[in-house]
């Protein structure tokens, strides 16, 4: 499922899972997720949001206390899924990240998840002044100082190739077919 996602927000839904079994709660939200994106220093969403310096506040917000200083084994921690608000939080994640034109789901994908619908989250970055068109704005200029690195799937069904997908997919389809017919009459010659 996460295999699209940047280790930064790997990190951010890790620390989100971190907060809601400290809380202790029984699903993760989308303030849990809030909360693992004010973790990261340097990530792509603090440097949209600013969240990082303003994590105490959404904290206070929230009403999500720091988890305590003790150690803790997560091997032996249970499981907890996401709430439907959290689901919803990834879905529009994505959807951001598409918009984009973009493979990699990073954390200001995340944050836009987040602002894309009312929830407690989005109403704690309102409060802070991050709504969604200044996260975009914020973020489409981050990612023009910032470029990600382009992979080779962007590369080839990327915003060049984008409306030419289903063309380069028939093309391909019909050399593969090309190639196994020319295979079959070689083996029965």
């Known amino acids: 499922m996460f295999e699209r996602y940047t280790e930064q927000a790997r ?15 029984d699903k993760i939200s989308p303030a849990h997720l809030l909360i693992g994106l004010t973790r990261d220093v340097g990530s792509r969403a603090d440097a949209v949001g600013s969240l990082k310096s303003n994590a105490a506040q959404l904290r206070s917000m929230l009403g999500i206390p720091h988890p305590p200083k003790t150690e803790i084994n997560l091997a032996i921690e249970r499981s907890i899924p996401l709430n439907n608000n959290a689901k919803m939080v990834l879905a529009y994640a994505a959807e951001e990240t598409e918009m984009d ?11 836009r998840g987040i602002l894309r619908f009312p929830n407690e989250a ?5 409060s802070i002044h991050v709504d969604l068109e200044t996260a975009r704005t914020a973020s489409k200029r ?19 190739f984008r409306a030419h997908r289903s063309s380069l997919v028939k093309l391909i389809a019909f050399v593969i077919i ?7 009459i ?3 010659n």
């Open 11 to 25: 990190r951010a839904i890790f620390f989100a899972r971190f907060e809601a079994l400290h809380q202790p709660a």
């Open 178 to 184: 090309l190639i196994l017919a020319s295979l079959l």
């Open 186 to 188: 070689r083996w029965l």
């Open 101 to 111: 034109e973009e493979y990699w789901l990073d954390t200001d994908h995340l944050l």
């Open 142 to 160: 981050h990612r023009a100082e910032y470029p990600p690195k382009k992979t080779l799937y962007h590369r080839l069904f990327g915003s060049p």
């Open 122 to 126: 989005s109403a704690a970055l309102e």
